[in-house]
């Protein structure tokens, strides 16, 4: 919208050359030359009014316009993250499927002689072995045939140094009463901490490993048969996630302050 530029500063002088002539003009001409000077003025302040009204809609329009490009920005911004957080998480799955991968080739000879099994296990690998190998009945003290074979686990496990690895040890229903073990509970820890130091031993580093005794808890068949019995009798040895593969909690911080 275009409007013709009023210049003010011609009133004045317009009022004075008609004061200067008014004796000589007719009063009806002078009153119509006022009413339409009067005309004038009003026109241009209400073309003042809407150029006024119009510079106003136009700012909010572009303060609107401006707010809109700082939203998009931010979304932009918040999709270009999640792509680099999807793609840093999708490298990170690759490596860990690369590392399973190559356990299970490293563990291939112990699994095909019976020794090991390798499972996945709530989203974690775990190496199981049968406690009826590593140690004779009622006992935490491994046995010659348990020390070579836990011995040549520790080797492959002692290859990944940033991991962390837990030894649990787990029992059948089967109550143990004996002078130097009360419970289940304290012989499947105590089996879980001999594992341990033996892979200490053998090459692993102490500050990646930890033991835990789970008992009958945990069973992984029936307790009603003997062979579910001698399957819940084991010893597993968790591979832990690391603390980037862990989901991020950090939304909940103000929850628990």
């Known amino acids: 919208m275009h409007f013709q530029k009023k210049t003010w500063w011609s009133l004045p002088a317009l009022l004075v050359f008609l004061l200067a002539i008014g004796c000589g003009i007719p009063q009806e001409k002078y009153d119509a030359d006022m009413a339409n000077l009067q005309n004038v003025i009003e026109q241009t302040r209400a073309a003042n009014k809407d150029l006024e009204a119009s510079i106003a809609k136009m700012k909010t329009e572009r303060e609107s316009l401006a707010a809109e490009l700082d939203a998009l920005q931010a979304q932009l911004q918040k999709l270009a993250d999640e792509r680099d957080a999807n793609a840093a998480a999708i490298e990170k799955a690759q490596a860990r499927i690369k590392l399973f991968k190559d356990m299970l080739l490293k563990f291939k000879e112990l699994t095909e002689s019976g ?69 289940n509970w304290e012989l499947s820890a105590a ?35 003997a062979t579910g019995r001698a399957q819940n009798r084991r010893i597993e040895i968790v591979l832990l996630p690391n603390l980037d593969e862990l989901p991020d909690l950090s939304a909940l911080e103000k929850m628990v302050d």
Do not use: W
């Not at 296990?121 to 006992?139: C, K, W």
């Not at 001999?194 to 945990?218: K, R, W």
């Open 115 to 183: 020794k090991i099994k390798i499972k996945i296990v709530n989203n974690r690998m775990l190496v199981e072995m049968d406690s009826a190998i590593l140690f004779p009945s009622g006992s935490a003290k491994l046995s010659n045939e348990g020390s070579e074979a836990l011995a040549a686990v520790a080797s492959v496990l002692a290859t990944i140094d940033d991991r962390n690895f837990q030894v649990a040890g787990h029992t059948d229903n089967k109550p143990i009463s004996s002078s130097k073990f009360k419970s």
């Open 191 to 225: 089996r879980a901490v001999s594992v341990v130091e033996h892979m200490i031993e053998n090459g692993m580093n102490s500050e990646n490993l930890s033991a835990a005794g789970y008992a009958d808890t945990q069973p992984v068949a029936s307790n009603e048969t």
